[in-house]
């Protein structure tokens, strides 16, 4: 037995110092390798890659030991914009270079970084773009360059916008699932999947008028940029007369159909470089990141904080995929306190949520305005509940294609009883009182249990649209009458009243300046997350979790697929969500 002892000390003696060593050399490697600062060559060029940028906010963590183990660059699409504004004026940069640029970015902030490269292109400096092959969504951005390339063996998708929802209702019938839906609103179709088996009418035309609105901006910008007429892209697009390189060269929509050496090659003869030798390059990550460190933004006594709420509501403390009331409601309360914040800038990219976390941070805000002024920045969502914490603001600002709205709440509530009945399995519930039993998945729904459900789903509603009404100046029944959960675009929220301007984040900062009275300010951003180090270790390599595994093995849209379904199966108490996940392609 003694020797079973030592044996199992070494083992754990050897593990501890194990992990001891490797975290040992991670902080090493933080404090004295923190500073590895890309120096930016004269005559250099930017290259364009978005592929790590997930999010406007890329987050920051009050304990510096979780800043040790996150993500050392920590750029945000935000970050990303500011500093091709400061490569505007930096003599050492030359150009910006979009190559074979691959991003999960929404088609709201490709508006915003397309701006931001217009805003380039007019200091006299160039943006070119290469691409092996451009998706409808790549194309976009990349139309707003100076000159195209396009693969000779590659293609072009130019072929308008679509969306698809499955419907579920044959599939519960026949697996014995069942998925109890307690709604308000006509167009509150996030639940339509479980009740139909195809897509009602007021569903199919809120969903066109959608897609219209946003193809019509997204039609706009690329007409702009290629100097091509609407109805002539619209044109190319129903005959897919831009499926080839070549065709789309004869379109107009490329400019040159070459290889990627060639598309350098121009490059090095535009920067008047002879000879084999290369041009000097920097990518995007590495100059934002210098930006960051090196900009004199933030010595201005005034100052603008700028709030982020990325990903779905819920409760807790949040993190840079999920709001949660915790780091949002302290965001507000630092920023109200803190004497040199003058103004608060809200940047929301949400499709809602929990109703009740919605509430609270409406709440706040309502506290914080009665302070300072709180404007609004609408990313690719700020549906339901993503509305709900905008709808009191000073101004709101979103951009054309926006999906907004979605004023709405509904429950769901899985139900197993006729999966249970097929396999004999029966339940049974003992009370003391009439009501004093929970819901079950088991036993089927009392219909007193679902009105009362209603009356508490009807109740958020009325606290909604009053909400709503109050922030933005409107009666109950014009709220209600454009809310039934229907979904919008920006260009159509600003002509129903749900939105202030057209405009970006930057928009929506200079808005909050002008309000302050404020002329000379800097920015902080926020929320600070009080995330701990086994927070972050669980993202590691080697703390993968099954999730990672089966999306490897199953695929990507499969596994959506089953994400859609656990999503409904983990919403708890009233929902004030995006009436349906839409992928638009």
Same mark, same amino acid.
């Given at each position: 037995m003694k020797f079973l002892g030592n044996v199992i000390a070494t083992v754990v003696g050897i593990f501890v110092f194990i992990m001891i060593f490797f975290f040992g050399v991670i902080l090493i490697g933080a404090i004295f390798g923190g500073d590895d600062k890309v120096s930016v060559k004269s005559d250099s060029v930017i290259e364009l890659d978005l592929s790590r940028i997930n999010?406007?906010?890329?987050?920051?963590?009050?304990?510096?030991?979780?800043?040790? =183990? %996150?993500?050392k660059k920590g750029v945000g699409l935000s970050d990303v914009i500011n500093a091709i504004e400061a490569a505007k004026t930096d003599d050492n940069i030359k150009g910006i270079s979009i190559l074979n640029d691959q991003s999960s970015l929404g088609l709201a902030q490709y508006k915003d970084l397309r701006n931001a490269l217009e805003s380039f292109k007019k200091s006299g400096k160039f943006v070119w773009a290469y691409a092996n092959? =451009? %998706?409808?969504?790549?194309?976009?951005?990349n139309s707003v360059a100076n000159?195209?390339?396009?693969?000779?063996a590659g293609d072009l998708d130019f072929k308008g916008l679509s969306s698809e929802i499955m419907f579920f209702k044959d599939f519960q019938e026949k697996s014995g699932i069942h998925m109890e839906v307690i709604r308000h609103g006509k167009?509150?179709?996030?639940?339509e999947p479980f009740l139909e088996n195809k897509m009602s009418d007021a569903n199919r035309e809120q969903v066109t008028a959608l897609l219209n609105s946003i193809w019509s901006t997204v039609c706009g910008d690329i007409s702009k940029s290629r100097n091509i007429p609407v109805d002539k892209l619209n044109e190319i697009a129903n005959g897919l007369l831009a499926r080839t390189p070549q065709m789309a060269k004869n379109q107009h929509l490329v400019d040159i159909v070459a290889y990627e050496d060639v598309y350098h090659d121009a490059i090095k003869k535009a920067l008047k470089i002879k000879g084999d030798d290369d041009y000097n390059k920097i990518s995007i990550l590495d100059y934002t990141q210098n930006n960051m460190t090196t900009a004199l933004t933030n010595i201005a006594d005034d100052q603008i904080a700028i709030i982020y709420a990325q990903g779905e509501i819920a409760g807790g403390e949040g993190d840079v995929n999920m709001i949660g009331e915790g780091s949002m409601r302290r965001s507000l309360q630092e920023a109200r306190k803190n004497e040199d914040i003058k103004a608060i800038v809200l940047r929301i990219d949400s499709p809602g949520g929990s109703a009740l976390t919605s509430d609270l941070i409406w709440r706040e805000i309502e506290i914080t305005k009665k302070v300072k002024p709180v404007?609004?920045?609408?990313?690719?969502?700020a549906a339901s509940g993503g509305y709900y914490i905008a709808c009191n603001a000073n101004k709101i600002f979103a951009e054309s294609n926006t999906i907004t709205g979605s004023i709405g709440v509904f429950g769901v509530l899985p139900n197993f009883t006729p999966l249970a009945n097929k396999l004999g399995i029966n339940s049974e519930q003992v009370k003391t009182h009439e009501n004093s039993a929970n819901y079950s998945p088991f036993v089927p729904v009392d219909e007193k249990f679902k009105a009362f459900t209603l009356?508490?789903?009807?109740?958020v509603y009325n606290t909604f649209v009053t909400h709503v009404a109050e922030g933005r100046k409107m009666t109950f029944a014009q709220v209600d009458a454009i809310a039934q959960g229907r979904v919008w675009s920006g260009s159509e929220a600003l002509k129903i009243g749900l939105v202030d301007k057209i405009g970006g984040l930057n928009d929506a900062i200079a808005e909050a300046a002008r309000i302050a009275k404020i002329k000379d300010y800097g920015t902080q951003n926020y929320p600070e997350y009080e995330k701990t180090v086994g927070d972050l270790l669980a993202n590691m390599p080697f703390s993968r979790t099954k999730e990672a595994f089966i999306k490897e093995e199953i695929g990507e849209e499969n596994y959506m697929l089953i994400e859609q379904v656990k999503r409904f199966q983990r919403q708890k108490g009233v929902q004030a969500m995006m009436p349906f996940g839409i992928d638009i392609k």
């Amino acid at each position: 037995m003694k020797f079973l002892g030592n044996v199992i000390a070494t083992v754990v003696g050897i593990f501890v110092f194990i992990m001891i060593f490797f975290f040992g050399v991670i902080l090493i490697g933080a404090i004295f390798g923190g500073d590895d600062k890309v120096s930016v060559k004269s005559d250099s060029v930017i290259e364009l890659d978005l592929s790590r940028i997930n999010n406007d906010y890329a987050g920051k963590y009050k304990d510096p030991w979780v800043t040790v =183990f %996150s993500d050392k660059k920590g750029v945000g699409l935000s970050d990303v914009i500011n500093a091709i504004e400061a490569a505007k004026t930096d003599d050492n940069i030359k150009g910006i270079s979009i190559l074979n640029d691959q991003s999960s970015l929404g088609l709201a902030q490709y508006k915003d970084l397309r701006n931001a490269l217009e805003s380039f292109k007019k200091s006299g400096k160039f943006v070119w773009a290469y691409a092996n092959t =451009f %998706s409808q969504k790549e194309y976009y951005l990349n139309s707003v360059a100076n000159t195209i390339y396009l693969n000779p063996a590659g293609d072009l998708d130019f072929k308008g916008l679509s969306s698809e929802i499955m419907f579920f209702k044959d599939f519960q019938e026949k697996s014995g699932i069942h998925m109890e839906v307690i709604r308000h609103g006509k167009y509150k179709s996030a639940v339509e999947p479980f009740l139909e088996n195809k897509m009602s009418d007021a569903n199919r035309e809120q969903v066109t008028a959608l897609l219209n609105s946003i193809w019509s901006t997204v039609c706009g910008d690329i007409s702009k940029s290629r100097n091509i007429p609407v109805d002539k892209l619209n044109e190319i697009a129903n005959g897919l007369l831009a499926r080839t390189p070549q065709m789309a060269k004869n379109q107009h929509l490329v400019d040159i159909v070459a290889y990627e050496d060639v598309y350098h090659d121009a490059i090095k003869k535009a920067l008047k470089i002879k000879g084999d030798d290369d041009y000097n390059k920097i990518s995007i990550l590495d100059y934002t990141q210098n930006n960051m460190t090196t900009a004199l933004t933030n010595i201005a006594d005034d100052q603008i904080a700028i709030i982020y709420a990325q990903g779905e509501i819920a409760g807790g403390e949040g993190d840079v995929n999920m709001i949660g009331e915790g780091s949002m409601r302290r965001s507000l309360q630092e920023a109200r306190k803190n004497e040199d914040i003058k103004a608060i800038v809200l940047r929301i990219d949400s499709p809602g949520g929990s109703a009740l976390t919605s509430d609270l941070i409406w709440r706040e805000i309502e506290i914080t305005k009665k302070v300072k002024p709180v404007v609004v920045s609408m990313g690719n969502y700020a549906a339901s509940g993503g509305y709900y914490i905008a709808c009191n603001a000073n101004k709101i600002f979103a951009e054309s294609n926006t999906i907004t709205g979605s004023i709405g709440v509904f429950g769901v509530l899985p139900n197993f009883t006729p999966l249970a009945n097929k396999l004999g399995i029966n339940s049974e519930q003992v009370k003391t009182h009439e009501n004093s039993a929970n819901y079950s998945p088991f036993v089927p729904v009392d219909e007193k249990f679902k009105a009362f459900t209603l009356e508490s789903i009807e109740q958020v509603y009325n606290t909604f649209v009053t909400h709503v009404a109050e922030g933005r100046k409107m009666t109950f029944a014009q709220v209600d009458a454009i809310a039934q959960g229907r979904v919008w675009s920006g260009s159509e929220a600003l002509k129903i009243g749900l939105v202030d301007k057209i405009g970006g984040l930057n928009d929506a900062i200079a808005e909050a300046a002008r309000i302050a009275k404020i002329k000379d300010y800097g920015t902080q951003n926020y929320p600070e997350y009080e995330k701990t180090v086994g927070d972050l270790l669980a993202n590691m390599p080697f703390s993968r979790t099954k999730e990672a595994f089966i999306k490897e093995e199953i695929g990507e849209e499969n596994y959506m697929l089953i994400e859609q379904v656990k999503r409904f199966q983990r919403q708890k108490g009233v929902q004030a969500m995006m009436p349906f996940g839409i992928d638009i392609k």
